[in-house]
């Protein structure tokens, strides 16, 4: 084979990669879609209803459980997840930390962005034993926060490191203290910190691993702090399995909710970067 | 400060002090904030070795990682069928997934252009953030089926259709859109004096991918495919829909078997009666993170020496 037919062959090679990396994305986003869409459209009603009592067997009522508890365990985690993470960014920066400091504690964000979720649940679980509480939705928040705290704290460090040094450079000139310099590089590299913190809450609302063995896996409503709860995926994990048709097409309605939640969230971020994008001087790609 | 405001000049004063004070107290917030990743990951690592102790003072590290008697009840603990469960999906995993994964990346940094390339990079941008469990439904729907129904039987076999084939196709799925991104961001760091020199000198642009941009974009490659590597050893959800949970030397790809985070899934529901098994389970829990630390810390060691090897 000369070396031009190669040349198409590979080109032909890499073409097909994409398109079926493009294809499976596809299928898997109609998939979703479909078997969802129809059951939300013959029973739009089972994703506002609170379960049955035999829920998990016949599937009597609705999932209004697992998308409440879903939101009562994402929003407050990554509220909570995405204070910590900016407070560790700006800790980073070369403003307040050497090089080399910074550089040991990304080593250690690296390992944990790498810990398999299913650790975090785990660890929760140890400390859940450690107290001799049981499992309930607010230790569902806490692994879901720690889960998502070194995505968060990566994606700020980032925004914050490609915040223009004029900005900062500019407030110390003003006679400005370390902390209002922070804020005013932080208001810089507002559209990469936003956009990080829709990423880490899309992974959090779609994580099942570390909210299986701490939120509880309840099939009632989420009735306080310390009570058990459920989420989206927990349930879709739990029901997608079952042997009762009916209980497994909650599992695609689910998944439809799910699916459109992460998708939405992706284009409200991509939104709400270009809207903040005014406050970063340079243009709106900066 | 006394906060008393009639002359300007103590008014400046103690707006002075308040924002010295507020600097002060902010930074010891951000201070402990900036060690809360090493004290959560040594916190982790801790509980997670405090919790496992009693596995270990009762068996030896060596017997529970050879032995291949998984038996919690009769307390029985040996990892090894779920150790090879592991090992056998992260392979078929990687060999599925990271030639497609680094040709599309090819593509995407390479060949397209314009619209074509912001399209094709944010469908993988969505396909990255699509929750696993969706891909489990998914694959029970689509892939399970035709695993079932054709595929094993033409190869002679006669699986149902989950097993470490199946879970291995849909990993593969899950974790190329992560390995993509990674390298095209690594291929689009390149300088473009490297391609044209390259081409100046009569390269063919396949030969100018091969011999000059996959080594200079090299080190940034190999630690995709390492974190991918992480990404599908750790992986939880996916597996335990799909593998079929029996815990035994798996004997052929189609066939089930059990991966260590599935382990942990699947025998959830003894663990609160016996203690033993608890301990056993968490310890599955200290060795993934172990593992994964050393694939971390491996990836950063040889990243520094391709750059090294391969720096232009």
Known sequence: MDRYAKQRLFGLLARGSAALVVAVMVLVVSVTIFRGGRVLLT???????????????????????????????????????????????????????????SDVVNMFLNVLWGTPPIVYGVFILTVIIAVGAQTSLFFGIIAI?????????????????????????????LGGTRFETALMTLRAAMPGIIAGIIMGFARGIGDAATVLFTAGRSTRMPAGLFEPSTTLPVLIFDQAMSFNAEVRSHAYAASFVLIVAVLGLIIVSKLLAGRYARFAPGGRNS | MEGSTDTAASEGRSRLGRRLLTERLSSYW?????????????????????????LLSEYSLVQVLASSNWNPAENEFGFLPAIVGTIYVTALTMVMGTPIAILAAIYIAEYAEGRTKTLVSSFIDVLAAIPSVIFGLVALIVVVPFVGDYLAPALGSGATGTGIFTVSLVMAIVVTPFMISLAVESLEALPDELRESSLG??????????????????????SAVLLGFGRVFGATIVPAMLIGGQTQLPSSPFSTGQTLPTLIVNDFGELMSIPLTQSALIFVGLMLVVIVWLFNFSAMLLRRWLQQRWQY
Not at chain 1, 44 to 73: C, K, N
Not at chain 1, 156 to 172: G, Q
């Open chain 1, 43 to 101: 029973d739009p009603a089972i994703a506002v209803t609170p379960p049955g009592s035999r829920y998990m067997l016949e599937g009597d009522g609705g999932f209004l459980h697992a998308v409440l508890g879903s939101l009562f365990i994402v929003v407050p985690a990554t509220i909570a997840s995405a204070t910590l993470a900016v407070s560790t960014a700006i800790y980073l920066q070369s403003d307040y930390s050497s090089e080399r400091f």
């Open chain 1, 145 to 173: 926060g720690i889960f998502q705290y070194p995505i968060m704290t990566r994606y700020t460090d980032e925004a914050l490191r490609s915040a223009p040094d004029t900005v900062r450079e500019a407030t110390y000139g």
């Open chain 2, 30 to 54: 951000l201070q402990g904030a900036g060690y809360f990743a090493i004290a959560l990951f040594a916190f982790i690592v801790l509980a997670l070795l405090y919790q496992s102790l009693p």
């Open chain 2, 201 to 222: 000198v009569g390269a063919t642009k396949w030969e100018t991918i091969r011999i000059v941009l996959l080594r200079a974009a090299g080190p940034g490659i190999f």
